[in-house]
Nanobody, 129 residues
Framework: QVQLVESGGGLVQAGGSLRLSCAASGRTFSSYAMGWFRQAPGKEREFVAAIEWSGGITYYADFVKGRFTISRDNAKNTVYLQMNSLKPEDTAVYYC??????????????????????WGQGTQVTVSS
């Protein structure tokens, strides 16, 4: 069992930055692939970024490449999402999730929210224009 708690959301102006954190409980955090998803009002949840268990492989949605960076610190049971050059269209609730994908799993597995077992409660990110 893994419990996830996101933090770091807030209100920021366009062009600004935020760093989201997701703290995990449980001894097996380091064995899980971690992902960030987001959901804007009236829209479906969408994949943002993912990182495999060791942190050596990362995946990004095209719309965040070059702006967002996912990382993890297994010693602290925490995964991060550094968000730079934020745009109003990045406004959403951001969720972290844990899944059992291996380093051999294709990117499509990491993008699929059905592959994730555990989810946090979400943190609101609002980007003003």
């Amino acid at each position: 069992q893994v419990q996830l708690v996101e933090s770091g959301g807030g209100l920021v102006q366009a062009g600004g930055s935020l760093r989201l954190s997701c703290a995990a409980s449980g001894r097996t955090f380091s064995s899980y692939a971690m992902g960030w998803f987001r959901q804007a009002p009236g829209k479906e949840r969408e994949f943002v970024a993912a990182i495999e268990w060791s942190g050596g492989i990362t995946y990004y949605a095209d719309f965040v490449k070059g702006r967002f960076t996912i990382s993890r610190d297994n010693a602290k049971n925490t995964v991060y999402l550094q968000m730079n050059s934020l745009k109003p269209e990045d406004t959403a609730v951001y969720y972290c999730a844990a899944g059992a994908m291996s380093s051999r799993s294709p990117m499509s597995s990491h993008e699929d929210d059905n592959e994730y077992y555990y989810w946090g409660q979400g943190t609101q990110v609002t980007v003003s224009s």
